[in-house]
């Protein structure tokens, strides 16, 4: 069935040996449109014998394209990039419309997610080894990265292209057949996604779809033909696919949630530190793992920086995304908002105070899952909204006296994500950077996300793994390594020496 029929009819399918293919499990789960509350479509939900075939399909494509030369790759991916480029409004469009997002910000994803397979059109210049002449007398070692396998990916709901790029473009690149499950609440970006790799000359069983959920997972982390897993998701679930996967001897990275701090000192320039806090924690309905949502502001920044903070708020229209002017969509599900609106509930019996009431945004009142920007005040260690990651638009104000306080803050949260600092001060600035324990920090930028050709990942509870996701370590993490030592000796020298070879 062409994708966009099988979008239409309000059914997603699974993509299997290129070409989508309606589920045989019999299970379905509703993707809602979160503007309006209506369901728009029902999910196929893969059985173990769905992923078994898949994986098999997969399993017998990878021969060839390990085999096939890394030009013909490389060009296969410049195609690939083109396609995805044309095509970037249409994917935008259908994330828009499952996640909720604006259709501004969904092309904002396309286009991050796109610099990953820009990246990877690189991999003949990627996968170059070393080479030793001469490493002891007359032999020479080189080294040569060699693909997987079949390998997994497991994404979630918020960034439904990009972070299938992040993983796929790189896998793909490296000669490995890569299977994604995407978040079964906004999985047809993915079909696209795989149509337009399909149109590019990527043979049938490279890419695969397996729409679902935690069975299809659970088949995932055990089937003994997967060699790696890649995930990224909440702390818990990430948490238990690490373990459940490195038991099964599979190589994984798992990528889980976040409370990304942002750190204002008192020389900071209060307006620019204010509109990159209501930028970072409002864009997306808060629904980003490197979104701020605590600001730790120090000494006497903390009022002016509130009311500026405040100010801008009132100014941000939330509405369904695809009425012109709005800026804040819906949340992903009703309970998901609920959970959210929960934290700010509870915030002011546990000492915070209120300063901008999301749940007074009349947007509340339309039929989808919508809640307004939130400013908590006066929140610290220990309250429940400081300590979970809420995942909205709910923006907490931790005041600190001095700078040494505010940095024990962020160095005892068990999230290490991302962070960043605002102020004047260079040193300030670099002290910060030495001393902060998270992975990714933004100096005056909010959002630090890694450009492709670095690595993208946390520290503590925000990444269970060795290595980080994309960029050089992507390439790491889809490969393994094979060192050669070769020598052309005369045959006239060999002779029986029973010592252990050393190198002279
Ligand atoms: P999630 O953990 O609920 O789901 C992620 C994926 O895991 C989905 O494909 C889902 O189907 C699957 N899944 C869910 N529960 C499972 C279970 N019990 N067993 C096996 N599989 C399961 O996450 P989400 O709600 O889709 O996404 C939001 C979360 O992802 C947030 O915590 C956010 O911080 C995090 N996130 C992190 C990063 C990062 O780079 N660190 C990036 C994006 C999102």
């Not at 600190?400 to 024990?408: F, G, H, N, V």
Request: some cysteine.
């Amino acid at each position: 069935m062409p994708v966009a029929e099988a979008i239409e009819t309000g059914r997603v399918s699974h993509w299997i040996g290129g070409g989508a293919r309606a589920g045989s499990s019999g299970r379905t789960g509703p993707v809602y449109n979160p503007a309006t509350g209506e369901v728009r479509a029902h999910v196929d939900f893969a059985s173990r014998a769905e992923v078994d075939e898949a994986v098999s399909i997969a399993k017998s494509a990878f021969p060839a394209w390990r085999a096939t030369p890394l030009s013909r790759r490389s060009e296969i991916l410049f195609r690939m990039r083109e396609l995805v480029d044309a095509n970037r409004r249409k994917v935008a469009t259908i994330i828009s419309a499952e996640h909720g997002k604006t259709v501004a910000d969904a092309m904002g994803e396309v286009a991050r997610g796109l610099e990953n397979i820009e990246f990877a059109c690189g991999v003949p210049n990627l996968l170059k080894g070393g080479f030793s002449e001469q490493a002891s007398r007359g032999i020479d070692i080189h080294e040569i990265h060699q693909p997987l396998g079949v390998v997994a990916g497991i994404t979630p709901f918020n960034f439904p292209a990009m972070v299938p790029m992040w993983m796929f473009a790189n896998a793909i690149a490296c000669g490995n057949a890569f299977i994604l499950k995407p978040s079964e609440k906004d999985p047809s970006a993915s079909l696209l996604i795989a149509d337009l790799l399909s149109q590019s000359g990527l043979p049938p069983g490279i890419f695969t779809v397996i729409q679902g959920d935690r069975t299809a997972v659970d088949r995932l982390l055990e089937h003994p033909d997967i060699a790696a897993v890649s995930f990224v998701g909440s702390t818990p679930v990430a948490k238990s696919v690490y373990e459940t996967a490195t038991r099964n001897g599979k190589r994984v990275q798992a990528l889980g949630g976040a409370k990304n701090h942002m750190l204002v000192l008192p020389d900071a320039d209060i307006d620019m530190a204010a509109d990159a806090a209501v930028s970072a924690g409002f864009g997306s309905a808060g629904e980003r793992c490197m979104a701020i949502s605590v600001v730790v502001a120090v000494g006497a920044v903390a009022d002016p920086l509130i009311a500026a903070i405040s100010e801008r708020m009132a100014k941000i229209k939330t509405g369904p995304a695809d009425v012109e002017g709005n800026e804040m969509g819906p949340l992903i599900t009703r309970d998901h908002r609920d959970r959210v609106a929960s934290f700010v509930d509870n915030a002011t019996s546990e000492g915070a105070s209120v300063a901008v009431d999301g749940r007074r945004d009349p947007a509340c009142k339309l039929p989808g899952f919508f809640l307004g920007p939130t400013l908590l005040d006066r929140v610290a260690p220990g309250m429940a909204c400081y300590e979970h990651e809420i995942f909205g638009p709910v923006l907490s104000v931790v005041r600190a006296p001095d700078y040494p306080s505010a940095l024990k803050v962020i160095n005892e949260n068990p999230f290490g994500n991302g962070t960043a600092i605002f102020t004047r001060d260079g040193g300030a600035a670099r002290q910060f950077q030495f001393e902060v324990e998270v992975g990714m920090v933004g100096i005056n930028v909010p959002i630090p996300v890694p450009v492709a050709h670095y690595s993208f990942g946390g520290w503590k509870a925000s990444l269970f793994g060795d290595l980080h996701m994309y960029g050089p370590e992507g390439v790491r993490f889809y490969t393994r390594t094979k060192v050669v030592t070769s020598r052309w000796p005369d045959p006239g020298t060999s002779k029986v020496d029973l010592g252990f070879p050393q190198m002279r």
